[in-house]
């Protein structure tokens, strides 16, 4: 196929798509929220809201979603509180493939990294 | 789509599923195996013996593989350890697209983590 | 299914084959470039001629990628140096889904390692 009319990006920068929709499921960029706050919670609960207005963009939602994966800037010490939040925000028997490292991120404010994939 | 009558969620905690299928792929939980033994090569051994498994919950195997993201602890320590053991395990002329990089996982014990992807 | 006549992989080792395709989606291998330079810059330009011409092989190009993941060495040191080569080389208004993080990749002389899903 030429061209990308079966694609669909949405908040497309230079750099980015903050969403692309394409062949029946939808590819987030990596969330981050230092804004959110100092700590694992409130930076969680941020990328959370944040997912769910993502997944809207793309015409899906939380219980759709196929596999997340998640990066700490400190696993050991921040692995419980996120998950915390996580737990509480998925939906009850509809959790997705998970997986969990850690890595430094974009900047030393930043806790918690996700990258979603979900069906459309 | 509403509901999620499209998607197979296989042994489903409050916090993932180990085995997600929807649109003819298999997403598998991230996989660890500090019950393993102490070693790379062990635990890449049990890690592999797990793959297997959730493969086979999801009606696929290791010849369907499509991309395998590795994670190790100590990836100059252990790259060789894991990669004879994987070599072994991969189906002759059929590997999966792979990634292999480092990251601190869930415990101090945990040496090795694998993301996969197959085809259903 | 049994087989796996509707999987193609090209260059493919005993390790991991550089491109897979299967249902519509072509998924690359992690590509590094420790022999494009010492630099963030030239690595990061040899890693997306690399990512170029294993797209090419899948019958795909640059305009349509899905998701790109991209793990640096030193993410602090070197996301603006990758930035620039990246935003220049993506296709204005075609950015894919991409998330960046820090990683300890197979050896100390390779800085950026990026693992790329396109459509076919």
Redesign the interface.
Known sequence: ?SG?A??T?IE?????????K????V????ITAAEGGADIGSQTRKVLEKMDAFLAMGGTDK??L??V?I?LRD??RD?AGM?EV??AW?P?????????????????AVLV?M?A?A??
Do not use: F
């Not at 590819?27 to 990596?30: A, K, N, R, T």
């Open positions: 196929m990308t079966d694609i990006r497309t920068t230079e750099r980015l798509s903050r969403v692309v394409h062949g029946g499921l590819y987030l960029s990596g219980s759709r196929l596999r994966e990066w696993v050991e692995v998950n996580w737990n998925t009850k028997g509809g959790a997705p493939a998970r997986a969990c490292g850690e890595s430094r991120l974009a900047g030393p990294e990258i994939t069906a459309a």
